[in-house]
């Protein structure tokens, strides 16, 4: 089982990424998916989530109104849209899928917010 967390690079303030979490040896459509991430010298920290059946999305205050998440359960895969980024967003970017006796953390993707 695999998550594989891609999409983070280098990003000027206001602009935006997306990031994908793409799962393999689970189908994930079962799963709920979530992100979090860590910046420097912090801890981690839950940022969106979204359900496995009715895609019910939850977010964080710190990214309300800016970030994103979705799903494509056919492609087994899970996406952070990130718009009107901020240096504050600078992190390495985690995501989770959980389910009843599941728990599989991706490796991590780091995006770095710049001028």
């Known amino acids: 089982v695999q998550l594989q967390a891609s999409g983070g690079g280098v990003v000027q303030p206001g602009g935006s990424l997306r990031l994908s979490c793409a799962a393999s040896?689970?189908?994930?459509?079962?799963?709920?998916v979530g992100w979090f991430r860590q910046a420097p010298g912090k801890g981690r920290e839950g940022i969106s989530c979204i359900s496995s059946v009715d895609r019910t999305t939850h977010y964080a205050d710190s990214v309300k109104g800016r970030f994103t998440v979705s799903r494509d359960n056919a492609q087994d895969t899970a996406y952070l849209q990130m718009n009107v980024l901020n240096p504050e967003d600078t992190a390495v970017y985690y995501c989770?899928?959980?389910?009843?006796?599941?728990?599989?953390w991706g490796q991590g993707t780091l995006v770095t917010v710049s001028s």
């Open positions: 989770r899928a959980q389910r009843l006796g599941n728990d599989y």
């Open positions: 040896g689970i189908s994930l459509d079962d799963h709920a």
